[in-house]
T-cell receptor
């Protein structure tokens, strides 16, 4: 069975600094997606970034980038130039490609931004 | 981007009553919708997968008769919590997949969630 592990329940970062959130996963499949979702206090789930497992190049979205290590089954999220609006719960997630749509979420990391 | 509307955003009900939560895809057709439950400070747990025109597929441990799911159209899925009890109090979130996009390329869009409080 696939599992997603986020070992950091909470993290804090100074505004304008860089922070990295960790995520590891376990799967025997070779084709899958990995995601980082953001859940702010409003609780609306927002897709931050997506990575296809077959792509070696790390995905980037403005200040957000990932470090995808397929062999190590690691998928960390780096947030550069942290802003107060980045404060939220961040969930790492996994989904098989070309199969059912079930998304498996990690337990989340709560990110605090210090002014 | 695609919008998923969830209604109501918050509902308070008495123990023993039933509550219906709606999930609508506003600008796309959703063959498949998903229902999640989120306890305070915890992750999202998939309850069931709802396919238009067919029975929902429930995850292990989720009571089918307790959580009734109907997906009668390509833009609407409903979750009914029957005979609600205080332990059913939780945050319920739906998501939807755009049927026009292939499974490989699709993205799930999430509703804003419904907070259910059972007294």
């Amino acid at each position: 069975a696939q599992t997603v592990t986020q070992s950091q329940p909470e993290m804090s970062v100074q505004e304008a600094e860089t922070v990295t959130l960790s995520c590891t996963y376990d799967t025997s499949e070779s084709d899958y997606y990995l995601f980082w979702y953001k859940q702010p206090p409003s609780r609306q789930m927002i897709l931050v970034i997506r990575q296809e497992a077959y792509k070696q190049q790390n995905a980037t979205e403005n200040r957000f980038s990932v470090n995808f290590q397929k062999a190590a089954k690691s998928f960390s999220l780096k947030i550069s130039d942290s802003q107060l609006g980045d404060a939220a719960m961040y969930f790492c997630a996994y989904r098989l490609m070309n199969r059912d749509d079930k998304i498996i979420f990690g337990k989340g990391t709560r990110l605090h931004i210090l002014p | 981007g695609a919008v998923v509307s969830q209604h109501p955003s918050w509902v308070i009900c008495k123990s023993g009553t039933s509550v219906k939560i709606e999930c609508r895809s506003l600008d796309f057709q959703a063959t498949t919708m998903f229902w999640y439950r989120q306890f305070p400070k915890q992750s999202l747990m998939l309850m069931a997968t709802s396919n238009e025109g067919s029975k929902a597929t429930y995850e292990q441990g989720v009571e089918k008769d307790k959580f009734l799911i109907n997906h009668a159209s390509l833009t609407l899925s409903t979750l009914t919590v029957t005979s609600a009890h205080p332990e059913d109090s939780s945050f319920y979130i739906c998501s939807a997949r755009d049927r026009k996009k292939s499974i490989a390329k699709n993205i799930q869009y999430f509703g804003a969630g419904t907070r259910l409080s059972v007294l």
